[in-house]
Structures are given as structure tokens and as C-alpha cells.
């Protein structure tokens, strides 16, 4: 077992709940062999593959940062069955949802953590993941509070040595501030840009006929907002 990492989290623990509502019971009971709470969680550090999926160390597991309802989570576990994928939600009702929905198709490649992103060091080693999504993350520009945004040089920095050499991330917001602000962040990194567009349903040739769009996303493109779209590989 992972030796536990007692650096306090950023969030509330679920055990210190007083009433806690039918999706944290079932963090902790229907789903606990793939569902982790913020205490539970951490413990997997180094040992996903090994501990959770009872896979070969050189299996690829993915980590989507903010699954919400889990569209996009379900989709990939589903697209790639090959490969495993860790989530991380903050939310109770989302965090059950996606798992739900993983498993309502079949698939048994997946496990969630109730989990602040900004803690991710607590959650993986270095060299322990693959490829990474974060889609649609809040984009802090209302209230403007850039410091809260989970696409930052130190978040990315970190990620950058979590993941496996050849790995991607891939980043898209309907918010423009955003991009522009985090766009400023990945050049003081060490990723390397392969695609970006400031307009994913215009301008993404491949990237646009691949992507897939959760109904969060789809409130956004119905408006006619624009989608932006970046995807950076690790050297
Ligand atoms: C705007 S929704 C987007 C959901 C989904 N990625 C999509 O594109 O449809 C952002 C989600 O990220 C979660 N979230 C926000 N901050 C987070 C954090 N620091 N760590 C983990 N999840 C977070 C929220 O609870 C919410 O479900």
C-alpha cells in the first residue's frame, strides 16, 4: 500500500459529512473499488496500474481533469478499451454519474477520485500517466480569479513530469480569456505545441472531426461561441 501523503487537500473530507446525500454513500459503498474519496484516493499514488486495474505496468492510464457528468469520460473509456482512465471530480452527483455511466456501457476501464485538481501531486507519481483531458475546466473570468485556474505553468509543469514521454494534453474552452491567459502559461513550459485553433469547429480539420462534445459543450456552440482548442505533447 502507497504510503499516505498528509499534506492537507484543498477540500472538505466526505467522512466529515453530517448528512451525506445518496451519491457520497455511494462513493464509499457501491462504487468503492473504483470510486475514491479525497482520503481513499490518494493511497493509489504509484500504484494505479498495480492496485486499481490490475494491469501491466506499461498499460496506458489517462487522467480527465473536471468530468462532469462524464460524456466525454464514458466516451473514452469506451473509444479506447485498451487503455484505463482515472477522473477527478469534485462534485458528488457528477463523480457518481460518470462513473455510471462508464459501467452502463460495459466497461469496467475506469475508476473516479473526489479530488482538487491543484492536488494532483498527491495523486500520481512522476511517469505514472498517459494522456491527459481537461475540457471545459471553470474558467475563473467571473469572478476574475486567474489564480484558480487548473491550465497554469506550475499545474502543467507538474503534469508534464506525471506523464509518460510521447503523452499529450489536450485543453479546450469556450472561454477566449481564458485561452489567451493560459496560451501565455504553456510557453513557459516544456510542452510542445501541436495544434492550436481559437475556432476548434472552423479551423480543426482532424482535431474537429475527432472531437467529441459533451452537452456542456454543446450549449456553448449552439450560442456561437467559439471553441478553443490546444493540444500539447510531452517530449
Ligand atoms: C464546466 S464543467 C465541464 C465538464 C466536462 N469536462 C465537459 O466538458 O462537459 C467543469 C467540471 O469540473 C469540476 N471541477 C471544477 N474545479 C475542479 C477542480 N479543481 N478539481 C476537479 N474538478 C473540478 C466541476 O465540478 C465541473 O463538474
Redo the contacts with the bound molecule.
Keep these: 500500500m502507497a504510503e499516505q501523503n498528509h499534506r492537507v487537500q484543498r477540500i472538505n473530507l466526505t467522512r466529515n459529512l453530517t448528512k451525506p446525500n445518496a451519491y457520497a454513500v455511494a462513493l464509499d459503498s457501491e462504487f468503492k473499488d473504483v470510486a475514491f474519496n479525497e482520503e481513499r484516493a490518494s493511497l493509489n499514488k504509484g500504484h494505479w496500474r498495480q492496485l486499481v486495474f490490475k494491469c501491466a505496468e506499461d498499460k496506458a492510464v489517462d487522467v480527465?481533469?473536471?468530468?462532469?457528468?462524464g460524456?466525454?469520460f464514458a466516451y473514452q473509456a469506451q473509444k479506447e478499451k485498451d487503455r484505463f482512465i482515472v477522473g477527478?471530480?469534485?462534485?458528488y452527483k457528477?463523480l457518481i454519474q460518470s462513473i455510471r455511466r462508464v459501467h452502463a456501457s460495459g466497461q469496467r476501464n475506469a475508476a473516479i477520485c473526489r479530488?482538487?485538481?491543484?492536488d494532483l501531486d498527491l495523486l500520481f507519481e512522476k511517469n505514472e500517466i498517459n494522456n491527459v483531458f481537461i475540457?471545459?475546466?471553470?474558467p475563473w473570468t467571473s469572478p476574475r480569479k486567474p489564480q484558480n485556474r487548473?491550465v497554469n505553468r506550475s499545474m502543467l509543469n507538474q503534469i508534464y513530469d506525471m506523464q509518460r514521454p510521447g503523452s499529450f494534453l489536450e485543453f479546450k474552452t469556450d472561454s477566449r480569456e481564458y485561452f489567451l491567459w493560459a496560451a501565455e502559461e504553456i510557453k513557459a513550459t516544456k510542452y510542445h505545441v501541436e495544434f492550436k485553433t481559437n475556432n476548434l469547429y472552423k479551423d480543426g480539420g482532424r482535431y474537429f472531426e475527432n472531437n467529441f462534445q459533451?452537452?456542456?459543450?454543446k450549449i456553448f456552440v449552439d450560442k456561437g461561441t467559439e471553441i478553443n482548442f490546444i493540444k500539447l505533447i510531452r517530449t
Design positions: 480527465e481533469i473536471g468530468t462532469g457528468a460524456m466525454h477527478l471530480e469534485l462534485k457528477p479530488f482538487h485538481a491543484f475540457h471545459c475546466p471553470d487548473v459533451t452537452s456542456f459543450e
